[in-house]
């Protein structure tokens, strides 16, 4: 297994393979304290178990050969340890010393032992969010919800923080209850549906998944049903809107399932956040995490749905084993998802996406290339040392996705999703390197294809910059309509005239994205005059039309930006718009004076990009 320079841990000495879970939320402290049962696998000489924690309070550290409820912690006996200096972003490895293997095991293998850390967290715990009642949609009981991807479920749970350690869990999980009604607490796990009046939960997560899975959300939430085995999770004002949004939930697992093989993990629910969410999307098995900004009211914005699903097989059944290969996560599910949306809604819609998507990509690479990044822009990442943030740009989404279509339409799609299923259903529950990928596809279907396995330039999208000369391109004829429109436009059309009638979603996209650097404020000051799109309540459309506002300087948008800035926080919409504020002597003080309203009501993950971004200075 190749070494993880992310985490401390040393699994090939001990390896943890269960978590029991023993927690209190604490509103009034912002804290989480309890106990972490650990079941661990120690190979023969194994003297210590190494784990990840960050900002973590660690009390004391028993062990016992027994479970927590076989008799175990009542026959805990204390274990010495000690915590290495903290380090940024990665924290303090705990280092315990195991107690001496008490008889031979049989044949020299893995005994099994029981450790259990008392623990608390701090209030700054970089993956928990503590929301007042106002950061609500209901404004009367606080939120607490939890973000582990990528090295974050070590400041709330001490564990081997690495991709290429499953585990199965439970947790009991018991609420200092708020004056108010009684919240409902979910986690990635199976799940309640009502919440009780004791405020005392308990979970159960009978499949083996890596720690950036674990997750916790509580607050005073609805249920509505959308199929057989399938959900949504919303805040009461936000769940009628909720589960129209998402009616086609119950299809969207079908037509996945019809792909690449039966879903694995019990039922598939979404639970929509508030609008602090850092995320789009966090695929938490059977309960994706998502951003209310999708609820676009028109089912225009579901594909991120289709993508968190998707990653039930890339990702949380076959696991990139490194953040090295987080590729293997994304670039499989971007692939994935536009199989699940053009299953759903046809090739016309999904080529729409596609093409944005390809845009997006080509973006970056020219940006990363002119910064000098040009080795970020290659499959295989190299992040040792850094935060595995780094490797989250449109290189392993969109690059990754494109390296897939490449080999469907080399050896042809019937072929290909034989040889995909056959990936997931060979690999299940284990996490895989890049490596063992291209050796897989070396064996299932280049075997005696050197014409294929020449086309298709491997080296050069894995271990290479940029574009391979072989990257799918993609045409959609949805969207020449708004390049029509914006051509038009700039040829003299008043905007009233403009052929826009029934434009998706993706079509304004498409439109907004190609103002030129050219166009005066009278043209902006008409097209926002025509179409209202600085009321706009679709995030996207929004996001598309602010952006030239601030390259333009173009003022009357001002107002809508700073609501947008201080009404949600999703990293994608944030740090773009900073950004482009950034860049001139008359945006930057108004970036700091939106920041200086809205950095406290942002997650920690956000945060921390516009921190850097405007070189924040508390
Ligand atoms: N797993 C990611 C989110 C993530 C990646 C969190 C890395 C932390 C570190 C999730 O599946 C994702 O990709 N979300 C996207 C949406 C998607 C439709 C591209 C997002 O949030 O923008
Ligand atoms: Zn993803």
């Known amino acids: 297994m190749a070494r993880d ?3 401390f841990s040393r699994p090939e000495e001990a390896r943890v393979q269960r978590l029991e879970l023993d927690l209190a939320v604490d509103f009034a402290t912002k804290t989480l304290a309890g106990r972490a049962s650990l079941e661990v696998a120690r190979q023969p000489g194994a003297t210590q178990l190494v784990l990840d924690t960050r900002d973590l309070s660690i009390a004391r550290v028993t062990t016992s050969r027994a479970a927590p409820n076989a008799g175990g912690l009542a026959a805990a006996q204390p274990a010495r340890f000690t915590l290495s200096p903290a380090q940024p972003d990665f924290g303090a490895a705990l280092t315990l010393d195991l107690p001496p293997v008490a008889v031979a095991v049989a044949g020299g293998g893995a005994e099994v032992l029981w450790v259990h850390i008392d623990y608390a967290t701090s209030p700054a715990a970089a993956a928990v969010q503590w929301l007042a009642p106002e950061q609500t949609a209901g404004g009367k009981s606080p939120f607490l919800f939890t973000q582990s991807q990528a090295i974050l479920a070590r400041t709330w749970i001490p564990c081997q923080d690495s991709p290429a350690v499953r585990m199965t869990y439970s947790a009991r999980i018991a609420l200092k209850a708020p004056p108010g009604p009684p919240l409902l607490a979910l986690m990635s796990a199976s799940n309640p549906q009502v919440a009780r009046a004791d405020g005392v939960y308990e979970f159960d997560m009978p499949q083996p998944i890596p720690s950036y899975l674990m997750a916790l959300a509580v607050g005073d939430l609805a249920f509505a049903s959308l199929g057989r085995n399938c959900g949504v999770y919303a805040e009461r004002p936000v769940i009628a809107r909720a589960s129209a949004e998402f009616v086609d939930l119950d299809s969207m ?63 949380n059944l076959v696991t990139n084993a490194t953040w090295n290969d987080f590729w293997l996560n994304e670039g499989f599910t971007v692939y994935f998802e536009h199989r699940i949306m053009e299953a759903l809604f046809g090739e016309e819609f999904d080529e729409a996406l596609a093409v944005l998507g390809l845009q997006d990509l080509e973006k970056s690479v020219a940006e990363m290339t002119a910064a000098g990044q040009r080795k970020d822009t290659h499959l295989r990442l190299a992040l040792e040392g850094r935060n595995p943030d780094d490797g989250m740009t449109d290189i392993a989404y969109e690059k990754g996705a494109r390296f897939l279509q490449a080999i469907e339409e080399t050896v042809g799609r019937e072929r290909f999703d034989r040889f995909l299923r056959a990936w997931f259903d060979g690999n299940a529950f284990t996490s895989r390197t890049t490596d063992d990928f291209l050796a897989f596809l070396d064996r299932e279907l280049l075997t005696g294809q050197p014409e294929w396995k020449r086309a298709l330039q491997i080296p050069a999208w894995v271990d290479g910059p940029g574009l391979p000369s072989n990257c799918p391109r993609a045409t959609s004829t949805a969207l020449a309509r708004a390049t029509t429109a914006m051509e038009r436009f700039l040829a003299g059309t008043p905007a009233r005239s403009l052929d826009v009638a029934g434009f998706t979603t993706q079509q304004w996209q498409h439109f907004l994205r190609q103002l030129p650097a050219s166009a005066t404020h009278a043209q902006l000051a008409e097209l926002d005059a025509a179409f209202a799109l600085s009321q706009r309540g679709n995030s996207e459309v929004l996001f598309a039309w602010l952006l030239p506002c601030i390259t333009h300087r173009y003022e009357p948008a001002f107002a809508a930006l700073d609501h947008f800035l201080t009404s949600q926080g999703r990293r994608k919409f944030l740090k773009p718009l900073y950004q482009e504020l950034m860049k001139s002597d008359w945006g930057k003080p108004l970036a700091q004076s939106i920041y200086a309203k809205a950095r406290a009501s942002y997650h920690a993950v956000s945060r921390d990009t516009i921190d850097e971004l405007l070189k924040w200075r508390p």
């Open 5 to 7: 320079s992310h985490s």
């Open 253 to 315: 697992i079908g037509a996945a399932e019809k792909l690449y093989g039966p879903y694995r993990f019990g039922r598939y629910d979404v639970l929509v956040l508030p609008p602090s969410f850092p995320f789009g999307g966090m695929e938490n098995p059977r309960l994706t995490f998502a951003t209310p900004t999708i609820l676009a009211g028109d089912r225009s914005l579901v594909s991120l749905v289709a993508h968190e699903l998707a990653h039930s097989w890339s990702g």
